[in-house]
């Protein structure tokens, strides 16, 4: 399959926002060189501390790296984390028109602890509560003043509780209105609530659990079944499956296609589901063939793999390794 050379110059003109859970991806590096006296466990000699964009927050800063121009719709807390989360987002020239600070949760804070290119623990701080009804109409407010100026939307949702069934429904209605297609990486509480969007991203975990059926990544019968299965349980018009290493199917616009994956050396596989609805997003404004955007999210997304910790794809990595396709 030959991608054509224009598509990312075309993704440099479209607007995309992306509707869900941000955090902060923090990370402690360090070296192990002894074992504490006091348990067990390994001492870590902190050597670096860094902080990241995590969540839709990544998937913004990928949306980014692809040329697009993200805008993020998202709660944070009246914290110093927050504060950190929205520093970030001016040092990578991100929009912060689409962030409301609550008062009611703390900003979702992942601290990952790295030792020796291994991920020895990671912390979480965060709240999972649903929104309550003056975060959802502050959210509210925001969509529908931010929608109709966007090419596509993505719900990138972590079970956060910043994304309600009542906020998905107006905000697909409102982007059915707009004739703007509606792109969905889900985790398990709203996993059902995401009728008539246009792509639904599921991994093979998440489609197991919001399904609750038994399906093996290397059978083909059975991953065909589930998808279209949940394909009609939403009314969506497509589904993009992730199966780690046995690659991707979707079933969209009256296609049904596996794409293998791409022999890597994996690294870190965390932010790459980020990465794949990314491109995928862009790849659906675009009105891409079911096959490319399979193809661009499923080479991207291995692409990510292969460095550790959460990162954004390399826009010209991914243009060279597109060029090999086929």
Same mark, same amino acid.
């Given at each position: 399959?030959?991608?054509?050379?224009? %598509?990312? &110059? !075309?993704?440099?003109?479209?607007?995309?926002?992306?509707?869900?859970?941000?955090?902060?991806? !923090?990370? %402690?590096?360090?070296?192990?060189?002894? %074992?504490?006296?006091? *348990?067990?466990?390994?001492?870590?000699?902190?050597?670096?501390?860094?902080?990241?964009? +995590?969540?839709?927050?990544?998937? #913004?800063?990928?949306?980014?790296?692809?040329?697009?121009?993200?805008?993020?719709? #998202? =709660?944070?807390?009246?914290?110093?984390?927050?504060?950190? /989360?929205?520093?970030? /987002?001016?040092?990578?020239?991100?929009?912060?028109?689409?962030?409301?600070? !609550?008062?009611?949760?703390?900003?979702?804070?992942?601290?990952?602890?790295?030792?020796?290119?291994?991920?020895?623990?990671?912390?979480?701080?965060?709240?999972?509560?649903?929104?309550?009804?003056?975060?959802?109409?502050? @959210?509210?407010?925001?969509?529908?003043?931010?929608?109709?100026?966007?090419?596509?939307?993505?719900?990138?949702?972590?079970?956060?509780?910043?994304?309600?069934? *009542?906020?998905?429904?107006?905000?697909?209605? /409102?982007?059915?209105?707009?004739?703007?297609?509606?792109?969905?990486?889900?985790?398990?509480?709203?996993?059902?609530?995401?009728?008539?969007?246009? =792509?639904?991203?599921?991994?093979?975990?998440?489609?197991?659990?919001?399904?609750?059926?038994?399906?093996?990544? +290397?059978?083909?019968?059975?991953?065909?079944? #589930?998808?279209? @299965?949940?394909?009609?349980?939403?009314?969506?018009?497509?589904?993009? @499956?992730?199966?780690?290493?046995?690659?991707?199917?979707?079933?969209? &616009?009256?296609?049904?296609?596996?794409?293998? *994956?791409? *022999?890597?050396?994996? #690294?870190?596989?965390?932010?790459? +589901?980020?990465?794949?609805?990314?491109? $995928? $997003? =862009?790849?659906? $404004?675009?009105? =891409?063939?079911?096959?490319?955007? $399979?193809?661009?999210?499923?080479?991207?997304?291995?692409?990510?793999?292969?460095?550790?910790?959460?990162?954004? %794809?390399?826009?010209?990595? /991914?243009?060279?390794?597109?060029?090999?396709?086929?």
């Amino acid at each position: 399959m030959v991608v054509p050379a224009d %598509i990312f &110059q !075309s993704f440099t003109k479209l607007n995309v926002l992306i509707i869900g859970d941000v955090m902060l991806d !923090s990370y %402690i590096w360090g070296s192990v060189e002894r %074992i504490s006296p006091e *348990a067990p466990v390994p001492i870590i000699n902190v050597k670096k501390r860094d902080h990241r964009l +995590g969540g839709a927050a990544n998937v #913004a800063l990928n949306v980014h790296a692809l040329g697009a121009k993200p805008v993020l719709c #998202a =709660l944070i807390g009246d914290d110093d984390d927050g504060k950190k /989360l929205v520093q970030r /987002l001016h040092e990578k020239n991100l929009s912060v028109d689409g962030i409301i600070v !609550s008062t009611e949760r703390p900003t979702t804070v992942k601290t990952r602890i790295i030792a020796s290119h291994q991920h020895v623990v990671r912390v979480d701080d965060e709240s999972d509560k649903v929104t309550s009804s003056n975060e959802q109409e502050q @959210l509210w407010k925001r969509i529908e003043k931010l929608l109709p100026q966007s090419d596509v939307v993505i719900f990138e949702d972590y079970d956060k509780g910043v994304l309600s069934t *009542a906020l998905i429904e107006k905000a697909v209605d /409102l982007a059915l209105k707009h004739n703007i297609p509606t792109v969905v990486d889900p985790k398990k509480r709203n996993f059902l609530s995401y009728q008539r969007v246009t =792509l639904f991203k599921p991994n093979l975990k998440e489609l197991r659990e919001g399904l609750k059926v038994e399906v093996e990544a +290397g059978n083909q019968s059975q991953v065909e079944s #589930a998808v279209t @299965l949940l394909k009609n349980k939403l009314n969506a018009e497509g589904v993009m @499956l992730t199966l780690s290493e046995h690659g991707v199917f979707i079933d969209f &616009q009256q296609q049904k296609i596996k794409i293998p *994956a791409h *022999a890597r050396e994996i #690294a870190d596989v965390s932010g790459a +589901g980020d990465t794949v609805v990314s491109i $995928a $997003a =862009l790849c659906v $404004a675009l009105k =891409l063939s079911p096959e490319l955007i $399979a193809e661009l999210s499923n080479l991207g997304g291995g692409l990510v793999c292969q460095h550790v910790g959460v990162v954004p %794809i390399d826009r010209e990595e /991914l243009i060279q390794e597109s060029r090999m396709l086929g």
